[in-house]
């Protein structure tokens, strides 16, 4: 029992020495916030030797990361069957869960991409699946079209105004 006791307290000792020395490695890394800036859609450099674990996963805030408005807009409206999990409208990803589109049988998941600004069909990627797999190559072409079509006419009746 004291043992045991003994045991315990040795053990907290070393994790809390450990969590100590952590910090102790951060006092003398210097960050480069130029070193996370995106440009032209990809990082350049993304991890600077010196910095540490807690850094390298830190954003920049003045990082320009921009998504077709339309395009996020269409993707929202033409998914509107599926349940939105996680949407970030900065990064211009969309995580859906599982639904059944109106008059189909088979649920549906989708996770959706949009990588620039550009009303294009380059800009966005679709990933369907269903729960026995992915679904084919036809019906993801197919969802996409229509992201894509909503966009335009989102774009010319945002023109009219």
Do not use: H
């Not at 969590?19 to 480069?32: I, L, P, Y």
């Not at 949009?114 to 294009?120: E, Q, R, Y």
């Not at 380059?122 to 679904?135: D, E, M």
């Amino acid at each position: 029992m004291i043992l045991s006791r003994l045991y315990r307290l040795v053990s907290v000792f070393l994790v809390v020495a450990l969590v100590a020395s952590c910090s102790a490695w951060t006092e003398n890394a210097t960050f480069d916030p130029e070193t996370t800036k995106v440009k032209g859609g990809r990082e350049s450099n993304p991890v600077q030797s010196g910095t540490s674990l807690f850094e390298a996963f830190q954003g920049d805030p003045t990082a320009d990361v921009k998504v077709n408005r339309f395009l996020w807009t269409a993707s929202l409206e033409v998914l509107s069957f599926l349940p939105v999990q996680d949407a970030d409208p900065f990064t211009g990803v969309i995580n859906t869960g599982y639904g059944t589109p109106p008059g189909g049988g088979t649920s549906y998941r989708a996770t959706v991409l949009i990588s620039d600004p550009a009303l294009d069909a380059r800009s966005l990627n679709v990933a369907l699946q269903t729960k026995r797999g992915p679904v084919s190559a036809a019906t993801q072409r197919a969802v996409e079209d229509a992201i894509l079509a909503r966009a335009r006419q989102l774009r010319i009746q945002a023109a009219k105004f």
